[in-house]
């Protein structure tokens, strides 16, 4: 005979947490973000541990700190336990040294779960106050792509290329075979400019690298009054090329390597935020709070603060040359 029982309480929590959890990931697996919480601590794994140095002379202190540990917790509560056993009379059970090992091992998890919580917190804070999007991919945004120079449906009417197409030989790259009589996004060339030139890529920056259309990015654009002075000129030709600024770090606005006019007036200062700025008055910046670095005509690198007076990066951005 078959007896019908009923559900109990807790069952039917059971049911109910599971079916909300089902349901949460089937809502969080429709979503791209949610595709990205769920899967992006495997890909994450799978990039990393690869690259992580196993440090011998760190693991040795551990695993002696761990030893030590379980040996004077097993000695203490061995003590205790007998002790405690004597005064009631009851039978003398030994305190199991797997269980100090056990007791030990926990407490360490617990104290890596409170670090990982202060971490999650800190971070939560951080994005919940942060301007920027929670989500950053590798193909540019549509907000961005708007605040961008950049127009992927517009051929260029000129046929030269930026001041980093031109500075690949000098940076160990070799010249994509463009046809050179063509605009660089012409039909027959675009092809050939979507690879990236890591040295225009900031690492503290990271996302975004690639275009709506697949072009490679750049996060790095130059002072105008260089890269778009309209002569040639030799270094010898420039005075005190170590003030004088060649390019430098941005964060919004971003266009394709290979774009001629590449770069922006220096008089727009520094920012790091840029929620009220128009897009043809947006200046320099990075993901850095406190400024962003700065290439000199000299071949240095410079990090300048927000603070710094625009009219003071104006006069870094002055051509000046020699007379001759």
């Not at 990931?25 to 799978?46: C, D, H, K, N």
């Not at 670090?115 to 800190?122: E, K």
């Not at 225009?200 to 654009?221: M, N």
């Amino acid at each position: 005979m078959i007896q019908n029982k009923e559900v109990g309480p807790l069952s039917r929590t059971t049911l109910i947490a599971a079916a909300l959890g089902v349901s949460l990931v089937t809502a969080a697996l429709s979503s791209s973000i949610g595709m990205e919480l769920l899967r992006g601590w495997l890909t994450f794994a799978v990039r990393v541990i690869p690259k992580v140095k196993v440090r011998w002379d760190g693991l040795v202190i551990f695993t002696l700190g761990f030893l030590l540990a379980c040996a004077l917790t097993h000695c203490f509560l061995q003590w205790l336990v007998r002790e405690s056993q004597l005064k009631r009379s009851a039978a003398i059970v030994p305190w199991r040294l797997s269980s100090s090992v056990s007791l030990v091992a926990i407490v360490l998890l617990i104290f890596a779960i409170g670090i990982s919580m202060a971490g999650i917190v800190h971070q939560v804070g951080w994005i919940m106050n942060s301007p920027k999007s929670l989500y950053v991919g590798e193909i540019q945004s549509e907000e961005d792509a708007q605040r961008s120079p950049y127009r992927p449906e517009l051929v260029a009417t000129t046929t030269h290329a930026s001041w980093i197409f031109e500075s690949l030989p000098f940076i160990h790259y070799m010249w994509p075979e463009i046809d050179r009589s063509q605009p660089w996004n012409s039909e027959l060339n675009k092809s050939k400019v979507k690879g990236l030139v890591i040295e225009a890529l900031c690492p503290s920056q990271g996302y975004p690298y690639k275009s709506p259309d697949g072009l490679g990015l750049t996060h790095v654009v130059g002072n105008l009054e260089v890269t778009e002075c309209g002569r040639k000129l030799r270094l010898s030709d420039i005075e005190d090329t170590s003030q004088t600024i060649l390019a430098g770090e941005i964060q919004v606005g971003f266009s394709p390597w290979a774009m001629p006019d590449n770069g922006r007036p220096l008089k727009y200062g520094i920012r790091h935020d840029w929620s009220h700025v128009a897009n043809d008055s947006l200046g320099f910046g990075s993901s850095h709070t406190s400024g962003a670095n700065f290439v000199l005509l000299d071949g240095s690198v410079s990090f300048l603060s927000t603070a710094t007076d625009p009219k003071v990066l104006e006069q870094l951005g002055k051509l000046k040359v020699k007379e001759k």
